[in-house]
């Protein structure tokens, strides 16, 4: 069985120039670092167009992502860039999702609360808040990610109890209390 592929961007304050084409071409490249068929999909691709056009760039994504199979992408700190960006990357975010929803893409996004970015997520997103008393909603994901886990390796039972013990605390250091 071919594993998950993990993509993340972590936006930041500190690199005012991200934008959204620099965060699909950070994905691109990522998701091609050990793929030989999708370096072939870049390398043959418009240069011209996969530098500047986002609409191209975010085509050229699609069709890596459904060659790469099951894929997890995380972008962090969305609310670090400029509005008209993080629209930008949104809407791509959604189109994508849509896309290679048969391939397994799944998409987390983390973000302080801003208005533009719920209104574009509202109907097609699940929002968790992990500081509004949501420690037991925590708690029940992590248990049911540790038995999956577990469900799929050979850990010994003694390893097993002290993952699980190290995973106890989560839910509380989440500062999802009530």
Known sequence: MEGIRTLYAFPTHAHANTTAISIIHSLQFQLA??????????????????????SFAKDVLKNALKCAGRTFLIIDGLDEIEEFERKQVLHALLELSKACKDSGLKICISSRAENDISNILQSEATTIRVDKGNSLAIQIYVNSRFEAWMESTDFLSEGQKEIEALLSPVSTKAKGGL
């Open 33 to 54: 670092s050990n793929n030989e068929e999708i370096q072939a999909l870049l390398t043959d691709s418009n240069k011209r167009d996969l530098k500047s056009n986002m």
